[in-house]
C-alpha cells in the first residue's frame, strides 16, 4: 500500500468509522480516489466499505489487531519473506503479525508447509495450492482460537521443522521478549527444545510494552525482525544475542 493507504487506515483505527469526504478533505483528493484505495483495503480484509465511509465493524477479530499497527507490521513481514526459502518447512505461531505473514505468503511463487497451531492463520491459507497445511492438534483454547496442550507439544516433538515465526507481546531489558498467555509459552517453550531456528517477529510498539512473563530467553533465538528499535540500549542487548534484522 501506499503511505496514503497506511494514514486511512490509521484514521479508520482510531476512530472505527471515517466517511468519505472526511478522507477525501483530509488528505485533498477525490471521493473516486478515495473509493479505489478502501476498494483495494476492503479486498484485503482490513475494513467494510460503508454508505459514505469506512468501518471496521463487521471485521473479524484477527483482521482487527492485524489494522492496528498495520504499517509496522508490513515492514517487519517483508524482511521476513527474505528468510524463507522454496520447500521450506515453517511454523507459524498465534498473532496478528504471523497472520499477515501468512497472507503475503499466499501472494508468492514459493512451495511451502506451513505447521500452524492457529485456526485463524490455516484458515487463511488452507485453499493456496502451493501451501502444504498441518495444523498441530491439541485443546481449543476459544479466546486465542489456537490448539495447545500435551497433544500439541507431543506433535512438535516428532515434526522436523526448518525455521518457526513466533510473536510476542512485550518486551524489557531484564526480562527479554514477554507473553501474557501461558498456553502460548508452553507452546513456544516446545519449540525451541525442538533445535529449530527461532525467528521473533515484533514490530516497534511491542518495545513499549512488558507481558506477564518470559517468553523465550534470548539466547534461544535466531532472528528478531522488527521495523524499528528507538532505544539504542535494547538493540545493542538484543545484538549480544542474536541476529537483529531492522
Not at 26 to 51: A, C, P, Q
Not at 113 to 118: A, L
Not at 156 to 172: H, M, Q, R, T, W
Not at 224 to 246: A, R, S, W, Y
Request: proline share 1%; charged share 25%.
Amino acid at each position: 500500500m501506499n503511505s496514503r493507504r497506511y494514514d486511512i487506515l490509521e484514521l479508520v483505527d482510531q476512530k472505527g468509522y471515517v466517511a468519505n469526504q472526511e478522507l477525501a478533505d483530509k488528505f485533498n483528493i477525490s471521493l473516486v480516489t478515495i473509493r479505489k484505495d478502501l476498494k483495494r483495503m476492503e479486498d484485503f480484509g482490513l475494513i467494510k466499505r460503508t454508505h459514505g465511509g469506512a468501518s471496521l465493524e463487521g471485521i473479524d477479530q484477527l483482521h482487527r489487531k492485524m489494522v492496528h499497527n498495520y504499517r509496522y507490521k508490513v515492514d517487519v513481514v517483508r524482511k521476513a519473506i527474505n528468510l524463507i526459502q522454496e520447500d521450506d518447512v515453517i511454523l507459524l505461531d498465534e498473532g496478528s503479525t504471523n497472520a499477515l505473514l501468512a497472507k503475503v505468503l499466499l501472494t508468492i511463487d514459493k512451495r511451502l508447509h506451513i505447521i500452524t497451531n492457529s485456526l485463524d492463520i490455516a484458515q487463511l491459507i488452507i485453499k493456496s495450492p502451493n501451501i502444504q497445511l498441518t495444523v498441530v492438534g491439541g485443546t481449543l483454547q476459544s479466546q486465542s482460537r489456537t490448539l495447545v496442550g500435551p497433544l500439541a507439544n507431543y506433535a512438535l516433538n516428532k515434526i522436523n521443522v526448518d525455521k518457526a515465526f513466533i510473536g510476542a507481546s512485550g518486551y524489557s531489558l531484564e526480562m527479554g521478549f514477554t507473553c501474557n498467555d501461558f498456553s502460548q509459552i508452553e507452546f513456544v517453550r516446545n519449540i525451541a527444545q525442538a533445535r529449530v531456528k527461532i525467528c521473533v517477529l515484533v514490530d516497534q510498539s511491542k518495545f513499549k510494552t512488558v507481558g506477564t512473563t518470559t517468553l523465550l530467553d534470548l539466547s534461544d533465538i535466531n532472528y528478531i525482525v522488527t521495523n524499528n528499535i528507538i532505544d539504542e540500549n535494547i538493540l545493542q542487548q538484543l545484538k549480544q544475542k542474536t541476529t537483529v534484522l531492522i
